[in-house]
């Protein structure tokens, strides 16, 4: 059964290859107006969901590794996902409020893996009635393992070539090349990076 394909709304872009949504058999939802999403191919099958709302900005890149990959972006959310990466398990991508999440070529993400652009609600000074935790931008560079289980929170920048631990709870920027991991993930290797292959 082909990925399926839903649009509620008017003003969206929607260009998504057959190929995409022949191979899969995922779901699509495109929900209000002024939605873009972009989707030029893939060379594995997917199998996940894929939410848009109400001026979401998604462009996935091509030879995308996606068995159970959801993605919810609503008003004002960007992602941008770079080509040959792989998200193995389930990896959830939220994107509740605008901001934008970036992630490079080559990635590759462990089972059950979240990353948040926001706290998904609002903490609010009591004297002053000011929001408190605004969402940030989250950026994960090319080449970046992420591990099983691992949590990246907003605001967070992890470089090139890094590879960040199992289980491990991301609340700050992680350099490149280097091995970071518990909670908070922290840099316990420096000047190291991994291979797909088995040496």
Request: aromatic share 4%; charged share 20%.
């Amino acid at each position: 059964m082909p990925v399926t394909l839903v649009e509620n709304g008017k003003n969206n872009s929607i260009d998504v290859s057959e190929r995409f949504l022949s191979q899969g058999t995922g779901r699509i939802v495109v929900e209000g107006c002024d939605n873009r999403l972009k989707i030029p191919g893939i060379s594995v099958h997917f199998g996940g969901f894929i939410h848009l709302q109400n001026g979401a900005d998604v462009e996935l890149g091509v030879d995308l590794n996606a068995h159970n990959l959801f993605i919810h972006a609503a008003k004002g959310a960007v992602l941008r996902i770079g080509r040959q990466t792989g998200f193995n398990g389930t990896v959830r991508l939220l994107m509740h409020e605008p901001a934008t999440l970036t992630i490079g070529d080559g990635a590759l993400f462990g089972s059950d893996v979240d990353v948040t652009i926001s706290d998904m609600h609002s903490i609010i000074d009591v004297s002053t009635g000011r929001r408190l935790n605004p969402p940030r931008d989250v950026r994960i560079g090319n080449r970046v393992w992420i591990g099983q289980r691992c949590m990246i929170l907003k605001g967070v920048d992890i470089g090139d070539g890094a590879a960040i631990g199992a289980g491990s709870v991301v609340t700050r920027s992680i350099p490149g090349n280097c091995v970071a991991a518990g909670n908070p993930a922290h840099v316990v290797r420096q000047n190291a990076t991994w291979d797909f292959r088995l040496l």
